[in-house]
């Protein structure tokens, strides 16, 4: 028999005796099956024999060193160990933790990534750090604890980490004609806006935490970056925070809520419109708050937003301010939670520039497409003071939410010329919204921020397993009322008040995306203070707005 089939045979021969019939076997008797035995036999002992003569030489006839023993060696181990690094090589290492499941999430795990919350302390920096699956380089960790890709050191003293939060929206407005001879002002049939876009980075050094967040997004018009905040906290103090830099403060329930976690697109009108007269976006700001189980207090001293005296040059003394909010949980149990509180805001004294301490509110129609705003004071001139407070209360039973807000408004026009008597105005406003989960965990109290937080993904979207993600449905009535005085705003410009009603859902296929459909209806009376004559007769109208959220 040649030698090419010695070695086929040899190879298959295995093969051969694992699929021959042990009785085919007994009973063949053909010359050429029982020559083919007769060579697989020879075959098996001359391997034998190889073997022995092989062990024999790598154990006696050579050394440790020689070629032979060092070939065998590798043979040896070549699929079964790793390369060593060397001493001074940093070695990675993986951590043992299973990988993040899809659910299910209690109802504390399964919150949505929300990339504005309180600042973590070290402690608590560290310890989300230990739940998540973690490379760990020489002194070095690399991983995303809630979500955020960040490199620590192996202690976490020092840390870097990336946020985000991408809002995109997009609808229109339907019967937003104007009325007579008005013009017809900026109300979209289907348009666009990039309303948030935000990268959050954030530096450690231990309790020490330093915030820089630009924004690349707007609440009208996108494509213009601008900053969200920039500031350094200290969360060494237990259950505390303590900030200074740019930053926005938070007085109102619906502010503390964040805005990843907001059941309709923005927040009701009177609420834009406190929180920005001495807090808002990008506010110099000193302070802090504290926070337990059933209470939170907070308090800060601002300043001026940021950017203030690049859009006005002629601003000769700049604006100081304080905020402050209290809040209590009197109530909670399994399915009940009760939330009371207060907030109050004031402007010591505006921004002046070369016309005086002037101010004006107003805001659009809650949809934040870039539309006319119709709501509005009238330019206040010689204000002196602007102040607001109120009380918040929220009642969640089981999947329902309800919440409302009333805030007063008090304008001060001390400083007036020698013989002028401009009076004193007083505004309000409020809302009232209900929220229900139609399925996943619904909404919750966070008692570090004093709010209800999003809905909680049980399990991821897979419909393959009858799994949706969380599904919510909400309305709200809002009222806010600018009018005081005849002419507040100059001769024949009166205040004027927009009653919004809202509807909308919010799907959340996992804890990182949001869908959202807002319908909003909306009746504003007239105003010839609203520029472009755009709102001399009235208006009412329709808007239907979509948005889709990422945030990490």
Do not use: C
Not at 140 to 151: A, C, L, S
Not at 412 to 423: E, H, I
Not at 432 to 459: L, M, Q, W
Request: proline share 5%; charged share 20%.
């Amino acid at each position: 028999m040649n030698t090419t089939l010695r070695r086929t045979l040899f190879l298959a021969s295995p093969f051969l005796a694992s699929t021959l019939p042990h009785h085919a076997e007994a009973r063949s008797t053909d010359p050429e099956v029982l020559e083919l035995r007769r060579e697989l036999a020879a075959m098996r002992q001359e391997m034998a024999e190889m073997r022995h003569d092989f062990r024999a030489q790598v154990s006696g006839d050579h050394g440790r060193g020689s070629p032979l023993h060092e070939n065998a060696a590798r043979f040896r181990h070549h699929d079964s160990h790793l390369a060593s690094a060397g001493s001074d090589e940093v070695k990675p290492v993986f951590s043992q933790v299973a990988a993040r499941p899809s659910g299910p999430r209690s109802p504390s795990e399964s919150r949505i990534a929300l990339p504005e919350g309180p600042v973590q302390s070290w402690a608590d920096f560290k310890a989300a750090n230990a739940k998540n699956e973690t490379l760990q380089i020489g002194g070095m960790q690399i991983g995303f604890p809630k979500g955020r890709p960040t490199i620590a050191s192996e202690d976490g003293s020092y840390a870097f980490s990336v946020g985000l939060l991408a809002q995109e929206d997009f609808g229109g407005f339907l019967g937003a004609g104007p009325r007579g001879s008005e013009a017809k002002g900026n109300f979209n049939n289907f348009t666009q806006n990039a309303r948030r876009l935000r990268l959050y980075f954030s530096w450690r050094y231990k309790d020490w935490v330093v915030n820089v967040t630009p924004d690349f997004g707007s609440s009208s018009v996108d494509g213009t970056v601008g900053l969200f905040e920039a500031n350094l906290n200290y969360t060494g103090l237990r259950n505390t925070m303590l900030t200074v830099g740019y930053f926005q403060p938070r007085m109102e329930e619906e502010s503390a809520e964040r805005s990843g976690a907001f059941e309709f697109l923005e927040r009701p009108t009177i609420v834009d419109l406190v929180r920005n007269i001495a807090g808002g976006v990008a506010r110099f700001s000193v302070g802090g708050e504290h926070w337990e189980k059933r209470w939170l207090a907070a308090a800060y001293f601002t300043g001026q937003k940021f950017g203030d005296r690049n859009k006005d040059t002629t601003i000769t003394d700049s604006q100081t301010g304080g905020v402050a909010r209290i809040a209590g949980r009197p109530y909670v149990s399994k399915d009940i939670d009760v939330h009371v509180g207060a907030g109050a805001t004031a402007a010591f004294k505006l921004n002046e520039n070369s016309s005086g301490r002037n101010y004006t509110f107003s805001d659009n129609m809650e949809v934040p497409l870039g539309e006319t705003s119709l709501l509005t004071s009238g330019a206040l001139k010689n204000v002196s003071q602007i102040w607001a407070a109120g009380p918040q209360l929220a009642f969640r039973w089981k999947n329902l939410l309800l919440k409302s807000e009333y805030y007063h408004i008090g304008v001060s026009r001390g400083n007036q010329p020698a013989g002028s008597n401009l009076p004193s105005l007083g505004f309000d406003g409020w809302y009232v919204a209900a929220n229900y989960t139609i399925f996943g965990h619904p909404r919750a109290y966070n008692p570090k921020i004093a709010a209800f937080t999003s809905p909680g993904v049980e399990y991821d979207f897979d419909p393959a397993h009858n799994h949706w993600g969380a599904l919510e449905v909400s309305g709200r009535w809002s009222v806010t009322d600018l009018g005081d005085v005849a002419s507040q705003g100059g001769t024949g410009v009166n205040g004027n008040q927009q009653t919004v009603w809202q509807a909308g859902f919010n799907w959340y296929p996992n804890q990182h995306i949001k869908f959202m459909l807002d319908y909003a209806r909306y009746i504003v009376s007239r105003s010839k203070g609203v520029s472009g004559g755009v709102n001399v007769l009235g208006r009412d109208g329709n808007a239907i707005v979509a948005r889709a959220q990422a945030a990490f």
